[in-house]
T-cell receptor, first 120, second 112 residues
């Protein structure tokens, strides 16, 4: 069965510190997709990244970077030089692939989230 | 403006009174889905739809119904709501699943 574990329930850092949010997943499929989402205090959900299981290249987007390692079934998210605006709950998610649709199958499994607090 | 809209945003109702939460997107997206968010449980998928007339169960479909008669709309129906369905509900859409998911603003439902 699919499962996503975000072991860190809450993290608190001081502004400008680097912080890594862990995500460990379980799946029996060889083809799958991984996602990260952000939920700021205002409550909306914001898509951050999607990665398929064939692409193990690390991704960097500004202060955000993602480290995908199939060997350890992990898809960790690092924020460099954190800012107060990064304070949010971050969710990691997993989905099987559906080749007929050229993408994920549709059944998206979320981790329970990590609440990040960045203090000034 | 490209967006996913949900109505109502807040609803307080009583046990057993049928209700519908509407979800509409104006991006011509094929994929739509519903999630519920509960403290300590994160987000759990209720139902999803790959296209018109194509729907499938997520992880927690019991007590819910959906329909996808048109591409833009994906209503969530609670035929007989119960207090354990008190939650924050999100609708989402994307061009195909695995693309950028656009989420609606959420509907906070309280069933007494």
């Amino acid at each position: 069965a699919q499962k996503v574990t975000q072991a860190q329930t809450e993290i608190s850092v001081v502004e400008k510190e680097d912080v890594t949010l862990d995500c460990v997943y379980e799946t029996r499929d060889t083809t799958y997709y991984l996602f990260w989402y952000k939920q700021p205090p205002s409550g909306e959900l914001v898509f951050l990244i999607r990665r398929n299981s064939f692409d193990e290249q690390n991704e960097i987007s500004g202060r955000y970077s993602w480290n995908f390692q199939k060997s350890t079934s992990s898809f960790n998210f690092t924020i460099t030089a954190s800012q107060v605006v990064d304070s949010a709950v971050y969710f990691c998610a997993l989905s099987e692939a559906n080749m007929n649709y050229g993408g994920s199958q549709g059944n998206l499994i979320f981790g329970k989230g990590t609440k990040l607090s960045v203090k000034p | 403006e490209a967006q996913v809209t949900q109505n109502p945003r807040y609803l307080i109702t009583v046990t057993g009174k049928k209700l519908t939460v509407t979800c509409s997107q104006n991006m011509n997206h094929e994929y739509m889905s519903w999630y519920r968010q509960d403290p300590g449980l994160g987000l759990r998928q209720i139902y999803y739809s790959m296209n018109v007339e194509v729907t499938d169960k997520g992880d927690v479909p019991e007590g819910y119904k959906v329909s996808r008669k048109e591409k833009r709309n994906f209503p969530l129906i609670l035929e007989s709501p119960s207090p354990n369905q008190t939650s924050l509900y999100f609708c989402a859409s994307s061009l195909i699943f695995g693309g950028t998911e656009n989420f609606g603003p959420g509907t906070r439902l309280t069933v007494t």
